[in-house]
């Protein structure tokens, strides 16, 4: 089943205690993206990446970081959490087309609730 | 996600009837144009998709409509079901160089029965 996995689903955390959330794609899709979701601000994209070992900043890459060793995998990497990062966060990724720069549909994973207290 | 949509603006349709949610977008070159449907506690989902050099575009049941001189995009939900209860965000993105999305923050729609 072609999917977009994250983990963990739910996290609580303590501000400053470094965490990493994983992010798989098993459709060979060029394009992966972070996105956080909080209420009356809709999505804002965090980072994204065209391809392996390419990545680019979205809107709101303050305090993440993120890394595409592999084309499945994109980490989003919290190094020192802080409250204002509490947020709901999806990774999603898309086909880049024969062309390599056409995104088109994305695909979301199912979402991962972070708390940092 | 659960709790996203309690600053949302709401659309009630009933069912049966056609919806129309609106959304404006912000940057003039975008050429781009998604609709995406999130139920609650699950990621977006795409529904229909439109280009710069397109004014109208039709899916099954789905309409979206541009119009780039007022920088305005509709969705139409023909014969609206409960299963279209949902948030419907808009998207935007410019991809001459950049592959960033703007997303606008949605609106609730709610099919009474």
């Known amino acids: 089943e072609a999917q977009v996995t994250q983990n963990p689903r739910y996290l609580i955390t303590v501000t400053g205690k470094k965490l990493t959330v994983t992010c798989s794609q098993n459709?060979?899709?060029?394009?992966m993206s972070w996105y956080r979701q909080d209420p009356g601000l809709g999505l804002r994209q965090i980072y994204y990446?065209?391809?392996?070992?390419?990545?680019d900043k979205g809107d709101v890459p303050e305090g993440y970081k993120v890394s595409r060793k592999e084309k499945r995998n994109f980490p989003l990497i919290l190094e020192s959490p802080s409250p204002n990062q509490t947020s709901l966060y999806f990774c999603?990724?898309?086909?880049?087309?024969?062309?390599?720069?056409?995104?088109?549909?994305?695909?979301f994973g199912p979402g991962t609730r972070l708390t940092v207290t | 996600g659960e709790n996203v949509g309690l600053h949302l603006p709401t659309l009630s349709v009933q069912e049966g009837d056609n919806s129309i949610i609106n959304c404006a977008y912000s940057?003039?070159?975008?050429?781009?144009f998604i609709w995406y449907k999130q139920e609650s506690g699950k990621g977006p989902q795409f529904i229909i998709d439109?280009?710069?050099?397109?004014d109208k575009r039709q899916g099954q049941r789905v309409t979206v409509l541009l119009n780039k001189t007022v920088k305005h995009l509709s969705l139409q939900i023909a014969a609206t079901q409960p299963g279209d209860s949902a948030v419907y965000f808009c998207a935007e993105s410019a991809h001459s160089g950049t592959y960033k999305y703007i997303f606008g923050t949605g609106t609730r729609l709610k099919v009474l029965a």
């Open positions: 439109i280009r710069s050099n397109m």
């Open positions: 990446s065209m391809n392996v070992e390419v990545t």
């Open positions: 999603a990724s898309s086909s880049t087309g024969t062309s390599g720069r056409q995104v088109g549909e994305q695909y």
């Open positions: 940057n003039s070159a975008s050429d781009y």
């Open positions: 459709m060979n899709h060029e394009y």
